[in-house]
């Protein structure tokens, strides 16, 4: 059974950082890419950052240049690196497969950014 961990989240204020992980059990990680995603206050939730099976990366264009994603293999850890952080990217943030998001989501990381 998979299980998708989020951690790294907190109180930012504008113009900060933060890096955020993602700890995948299931011996799926290698296997898939593998995406972020966040869910505002009464909005959808919506793709942020994404990997590919080729190699490239896809970023929301509100976060482009700004936000970064990566993974370590052996750790089965995904990563969102995420500079010079804006009001507008306060939300709970989730990773989960890029295509076909298993239903089980995680508790997700709470992301404030605020003065």
């Known amino acids: 059974q998979v299980q998708l961990v989020e951690s790294g989240g907190g109180l930012v204020q504008p113009g900060g950082s933060l890096r955020l992980s993602c700890a995948v059990s299931?011996?799926?990680?290698?296997?898939?890419?593998m995406a972020w995603y966040r869910q505002a206050p009464g909005k959808q939730r919506e793709m942020v950052a994404a990997?590919?099976?080729?190699?490239?990366?896809y970023y929301a264009d509100s976060v482009k240049g700004r936000f970064t994603i990566s993974r370590h293999n052996a750790k089965n850890t995904l990563y969102l690196e995420m500079n010079s952080l804006k009001p507008e990217d306060t939300a709970v943030y989730y990773c989960?497969?890029?295509?076909?998001?298993?239903?089980?989501w995680g508790q997700g990381t709470q992301v404030t950014v605020s003065s």
């Open positions: 989960n497969r890029r295509y076909s998001p298993y239903p089980a």
């Open positions: 299931g011996n799926i990680f290698s296997r898939y890419p």
């Open positions: 990997e590919s099976s080729g190699g490239s990366t």
